[in-house]
């Protein structure tokens, strides 16, 4: 009960950081990290020791999905090559460089420090994209720091599994290259047949709160199957998702996809607080542990990795940055202009927060692995000296640089915008009734107002004129429900159809009503 009532007075304190976090232009992870250090040290908190498996499916595979679900194979196939080296290059220098410090610092047996590199070497982009939003970075950067994240863990987690069970001898390093091919292929076909699977479950439910269990229940299954049968359960999740993702908006009804993007928004929020107060208090288990001369040591230990971590990212970034720009000298103007600049690698290389999968896949190390206790310990010293470090100082970075405004997604939203409204029209016109002509006039006024946005996601005149409307329904709806005209089951029926009317007139992102 103890965990139960600490969880919840948590999640109350992870609102409040929420909203301390963007009035100060932080990453929420770390006030969601410097929380779950404080919280883990106070008089009375529990020691908790979770199994290592449900960890891996608990919080890795929901948040994997919602990240994958978004993820643009444009954008993947377009910054191909920095996505390459960066979610295998900078994943495996990484590992390499934290394994010698590893191995040569704390006296790790090899396997055990490569799986501690494998540990820290993945960044994860919710914390940077907590401060990048603010901002309109150039797309290519918000992109490429996306899809690293995506498929960095991937990289990390084949790494971290072959490292922890050469560690514990059931197989050999010099196995590894067999095992990852294998491995890999066979997770993107299952990935891409269980994704097919769950489409053609999922457009046979139309109830909104069954298909959102179904979802959760499928995800959980296929990372529970894909690691039961010896593949990838991140590969397979990530290719199940970009499945789904293609084609089940298209199938998928408004009132569902609604709930659905609530309820997973909500959801991934919460394993984030969870996994921090788990990390937190296991942390306070192993400084417990780490008693006596040797305890000094392993705080240097686990500060020099951070150190590692940081520097190694950077030195990497900036390295193949110069690399690309040396050999773009011998490019056309327009290839030159797409380049990566120096200014763009160090807020690259500055975005290296590691968070959720680090904290995790820590946590999931065996009880009886060799140097589990100073692993777990520079894992969260790593975790949360880059939130800290890294994360509070990411908005003065972007001040700094001052990249110039990208408006790129704002103009693909107006480009899109006067094609949909187009297309709207062009079906429209072979209606002649009344009411088409109403609808007709809807759509134009809209088009015209989209060919020249100032701000491809403000409301137009049409938006609020009507969002004024809506407010007055709703304040007449009240009425008629406070003086018995009309009973709870009718006020509730109306109240949904006005929600979707005030869904559809409000801005993306935004649900508002205005008074004015």
């Known amino acids: 009960m103890a965990l139960f009532e600490l969880t919840l007075i948590l999640l109350l304190i992870a609102v409040g950081l929420t909203a301390l976090s963007r009035w100060l232009g932080i ?109 309109k970075v150039p797309h290519r950067l918000n992109a490429i720091l996306q899809g690293e994240s995506l498929l960095n863990d991937a990289t990390a987690l084949l790494i971290y599994r072959i490292a922890v069970s050469a560690a514990v001898g ?18 993107v076909a299952a990935g891409y ?32 199957i894909a690691d039961r049968i010896g593949l990838s359960a991140i590969i397979t999740i990530v290719v199940y998702a970009i499945t789904i993702a293609r084609t089940a908006p298209r199938q998928m009804s408004a009132r569902r996809r609604v709930s659905t993007y609530s309820v997973w928004e909500s959801a991934v929020f919460v394993l984030n607080v969870l ?49 690309i720009r040396r050999f773009a000298r011998f490019d056309s103007k327009e290839q030159r202009r797409d380049a990566p600049t120096f200014g763009g ?5 500055w975005c290296g ?25 520079a894992a969260f010293a790593v975790v949360l000296g880059t939130l800290v470090l890294q994360g509070m100082s990411l908005k003065p970075l972007l001040r700094w640089l001052n990249f110039e405004e990208d408006t790129t997604i704002d103009r693909e939203v107006a ?12 079906v429209l016109s072979r209606k002649t009734s009344a009411a088409a002509d109403v609808v007709r006039e809807q759509y134009e006024a809209q088009r015209k107002i989209a060919e020249n946005p100032e701000d491809a996601q403000a409301a137009t005149e049409y938006d609020r004129l009507r969002l004024y409307a809506i407010k007055r329904q709703r304040d007449r709806l009240e009425e008629l429900r406070r003086d018995g005209t009309i009973g709870d089951e009718a006020y509730h029926r109306l109240e949904e159809e006005i929600d979707w009317s005030e869904l559809a007139a409000s801005p993306a992102g935004r649900f508002q009503s205005l008074t004015t």
Not at 175 to 187: E, F, H, R, Y
Not at 298 to 306: C, D, G, H, R, S
Not at 345 to 349: D, E, F, Y
Not at 354 to 372: D, E, Q
């Open 27 to 135: 990453p929420y992870p770390s006030l969601l990290a410097l929380a779950g250090v404080g919280i883990a040290f106070l008089p009375g908190a529990p020691t908790i020791e979770i199994d290592p498996e449900l960890a891996l499916a608990l919080f890795i595979a929901p948040v994997l999905l919602d990240a994958a679900y978004d993820t643009s194979l444009r954008d993947l196939k377009r910054y191909r090559l920095s996505l390459v080296l960066l979610a295998l290059g900078a994943v495996v220098f990484t590992t390499v460089v934290v394994a010698f410090v590893g191995w040569k610092m704390a006296g790790l047996p090899i396997a055990a420090a490569i799986a501690l590199g494998a540990i820290v070497a993945p960044p994860d982009a919710v914390a940077a994209s907590a401060v990048l939003g603010q901002f």
């Open 170 to 187: 059931s197989v050999m390093l010099s196995d590894a290259v067999p095992v990852i091919l294998l491995s890999t292929v066979g997770s």
């Open 353 to 377: 927060m590691r968070g959720l999968v680090s904290l995790v896949v820590a946590i999931a190390l065996p009880a009886n692995f060799p140097g589990r206790d100073p692993i777990v310990l």
């Open 193 to 224: 047949l269980f994704g097919r699977l769950s489409l053609l479950t999922l457009t046979r439910i139309e109830d909104a709160a069954s298909s959102t269990v179904v979802q959760f229940a499928g995800t959980f299954a296929v990372w529970i």
């Open 415 to 426: 480009q899109a915008r006067v094609a949909i409204m187009e297309a709207a029209l062009d």
């Open 275 to 323: 996994a921090f107060v788990l990390m937190g208090l296991q942390a306070r288990s192993i400084v417990g542990r780490l008693s006596g001369d040797g305890q000094g040591d392993e705080f240097v230990f686990a500060a020099t990795v951070l150190a590692v971590v940081i520097v190694a990212r950077l030195v990497w970034v900036f390295g193949y940055v110069a690399i």
């Open 345 to 349: 690698a160090l807020l690259v290389g």
